[in-house]
């Protein structure tokens, strides 16, 4: 079991940056896979990135490859995503989700936190 609480989030301009951050809690947090999503409005929930629980795997959707950075500090039970020259269709609610390998974060993730909003703006 892992509890996931997102920050980070907020308002920016189009081309500009922001970093995430998912604070991990519950027992041995570091075994868990964690990854990204977002979704926009009125659309479906969208695969971002994810890391491995010894950060030696890293994976990312082809819409964010280049741009995103995702990374993990499990001293400090924390995953974060910097987000670079963000597109103004990119504004939605950003979700931190994990579950035990990659794979699964990938496919199905088994928890989830509550999101945080990215507005960026054109």
């Known amino acids: 079991q892992v509890q996931l609480t997102e920050s980070g989030g907020g308002l920016v301009q189009a081309g500009g940056s922001l970093q995430l951050s998912c604070a991990a809690s519950?027992?041995?947090?570091?075994?868990?896979?964690v990854g990204w999503y977002r979704q926009a409005p009125g659309k479906e929930r969208e695969f971002v990135a994810v890391?491995?629980?010894?950060?030696?795997?890293?994976k990312y959707g082809d819409s964010v490859k280049g741009r995103f950075t995702i990374s993990r500090d499990n001293a400090r039970n924390t995953i974060y995503l910097q987000m670079n020259s963000l597109l103004s269709e990119e504004s939605g609610v950003y979700f931190c989700?994990?579950?035990?390998?990659?794979?699964?974060?990938?496919?199905?993730?088994?928890?989830w936190g509550k999101g945080t909003l990215v507005t960026v703006s054109s």
């Open positions: 989700a994990a579950d035990g390998s990659v794979n699964s974060v990938r496919a199905r993730p088994a928890f």
């Open positions: 519950g027992r041995n947090p570091h075994w868990f896979a």
């Open positions: 890391i491995s629980g010894d950060g030696s795997i890293i």
